[in-house]
Structure formats: structure tokens, C-alpha cells
């Protein structure tokens, strides 16, 4: 996880299309939070204790946070974990999972 998560963030940084949401954000302490929250997610221990979705986005959908950011956060967690050698049918599952809390984190 810990891997998977470095390397996520290091493209959504380099990504024009998303990286000026993260511009004021503390990066170590946002890939914690990720790392505890996917792990969660993926039936590991249940570590995460941050806000829910809708909260803690809600800025950042304020700032023009929409369903093209979102695209472009799952495409950049595809490409990660295909690089690390995960299944198709895994990622497939990891994305269908993001999807899913796509209405949340747009306060919808």
C-alpha cells in the first residue's frame, strides 16, 4: 500500500489537469490518511479516522472540483497499480470502489 500510494501521488502532482487542488495541502500527511483509507477499503485493518468524503472535499468542490478531476484521479490509480504488477480484474475493483464514492466526494 505504502508503495502504491507514493507513486499515486507522485503522478497526480505531476498532473496538470489535478494538481493545483493539492498546492496547499501537506502531502506526507495526505498519503497517511490515503494509505490508512485504502487499506480500510481493501479489508485491511480499519485505521482511517479522517473526515468522510463530502466533508473533506467540499473545498475543494467549491474551488471547480468536478466529474473530469475524478476521471482523472481514477485513471492515475489505474496506471499506478498496473505499474506495480496489480491484476486487471483487481484494478477494475479498486476503480469500481473510487466510482463509487464519486457522488460524495462531488457533493452530490
Given at each position: 500500500?505504502?508503495a502504491?500510494?507514493?507513486?499515486?501521488?507522485r503522478?497526480?502532482?505531476?498532473d496538470?489537469?489535478i494538481?493545483?487542488?493539492?498546492?496547499?495541502?501537506d502531502m506526507?500527511?495526505?498519503a497517511?490518511?490515503?494509505?490508512?483509507?485504502l487499506?480500510?477499503?481493501?479489508?485491511?485493518p480499519?485505521?482511517?479516522t479522517?473526515?468522510?468524503m463530502?466533508t473533506?472535499?467540499?473545498?475543494?468542490?467549491?474551488?471547480?472540483?468536478?466529474?473530469?478531476?475524478v476521471?482523472?484521479?481514477?485513471e492515475?490509480l489505474?496506471?499506478?497499480?498496473k505499474?506495480?504488477?496489480?491484476a486487471?480484474?483487481?484494478?477494475?475493483?479498486?476503480?469500481?470502489?473510487?466510482?463509487s464514492?464519486?457522488n460524495?466526494?462531488?457533493s452530490?
Amino acid at each position: 500500500m505504502d508503495a502504491a500510494v507514493d507513486i499515486f501521488y507522485r503522478k497526480v502532482l505531476g498532473d496538470a489537469r489535478i494538481s493545483s487542488f493539492f498546492d496547499d495541502i501537506d502531502m506526507e500527511r495526505q498519503a497517511a490518511k490515503q494509505k490508512a483509507f485504502l487499506t480500510m477499503v481493501m479489508g485491511g485493518p480499519a485505521h482511517y479516522t479522517g473526515r468522510d468524503m463530502r466533508t473533506s472535499h467540499a473545498r475543494l468542490v467549491k474551488s471547480g472540483l468536478n466529474d473530469s478531476h475524478v476521471d482523472a484521479v481514477i485513471e492515475l490509480l489505474a496506471a499506478t497499480l498496473k505499474e506495480l504488477g496489480v491484476a486487471d480484474s483487481d484494478i477494475a475493483e479498486v476503480g469500481a470502489l473510487a466510482n463509487s464514492v464519486r457522488n460524495d466526494v462531488l457533493s452530490r
